[in-house]
């Protein structure tokens, strides 16, 4: 049997390394994958990221009040980056005034649908003061924030539109009582007047309710009574407007 000397078991060994790294090196390298990339907080977390970050403050507005919400919070609220709301409303005042527009086209909705169940002209007048109020309870924080003008950047084209629409309502709500038309461009002082005082009437009863300060009424009520019930007994007993034809209104 042959015996391998010092030398060859070198010699063999050096070749054996030699030939392993040669075969690493003709080895195809693994084709390189397409880069994952992260989805957009947008398309994997909302698909409407604007519309999410509303909803968002809209439950901070309602849960803690106006001084608890800012952009880190409506973003932490929503689950995305704190860049997010900055990126889509540019800073607090857009992002407040856009939610006071969504605000007014929920209240828009809400007593279109009044006036459109109501059967006669009393009723759709009594049903935009009740509906009206009704809404001022059910989002308390939203109302109030409606009419925060100072918080608002009233120059931007979506809460312009809704408060015109809301405008527009109301006056027509108005219009139905008095049996006439209303040019909301062209009031008459009759016309104003009728307008600010069942708005000063609905408003301040909202106001009241939100604060409790019909409490010590309704205890002095027969058992049952609540404040729906006193709202609407109250524009029941509404002094009646003058119709365009009679003298009061000339």
């Given amino acids: 049997m042959a015996v391998k000397t010092p030398e060859k078991t070198k010699l063999n ?5 030699r030939g392993r790294k040669a075969g690493n090196r003709a080895a195809p390298a693994k084709a390189a994958g397409k880069p994952k990339t992260k989805p957009s907080e947008g398309s ?18 309602e ?16 689950g995305v980056s704190h860049a997010a709301p900055t990126h889509h409303f540019g800073d607090l ?3 407040l005034s856009e939610l006071a527009a969504v605000g007014y086209r929920k209240f828009n909705a809400d007593i279109g649908k009044a006036r459109a169940e109501a059967e006669t002209p009393d009723a759709s ?13 059910k989002h308390p924080g939203l109302f109030q924030l409606m009419f925060r003008a100072e918080r608002l950047d009233m120059q931007r084209p979506a809460l312009q539109e809704a408060v015109m629409a809301s405008f527009r309502n109301f006056a027509g709500a ?3 009582m008095r049996h006439e038309n209303i040019n909301t461009a062209a009031l008459s002082l009759p016309q104003a007047a009728d307008m600010v005082r069942t708005w000063s009437m609905v408003h301040g009863f909202a106001i009241l309710a939100q604060h409790g300060r019909f409490n010590h009424i309704l205890q002095r009520l027969p058992a049952g009574t609540d404040v729906q019930m006193l709202l609407r007994a ?12 009679s003298p009061s209104s000339r």
Avoid: C, N, W
């Fill in 63 to 78: 849960r803690e009040g106006l001084q608890g919400l800012t952009l880190r919070a409506a973003a932490r609220e929503a």
């Fill in 125 to 137: 007048f009594d049903a935009t003061g009740e509906a009206y109020v009704m809404f001022a309870l």
């Fill in 234 to 245: 109250m524009l029941k007993s509404k002094t009646p407007i003058p119709t365009s034809g």
């Fill in 174 to 176: 108005v219009a139905t």
């Fill in 93 to 95: 005042t857009g992002l």
């Fill in 13 to 17: 060994k050096g070749l054996s390394v």
């Fill in 44 to 61: 994997y977390h909302h698909g409407d990221l604007p519309t999410a970050l509303l909803e968002a403050a809209e439950r901070i507005l």
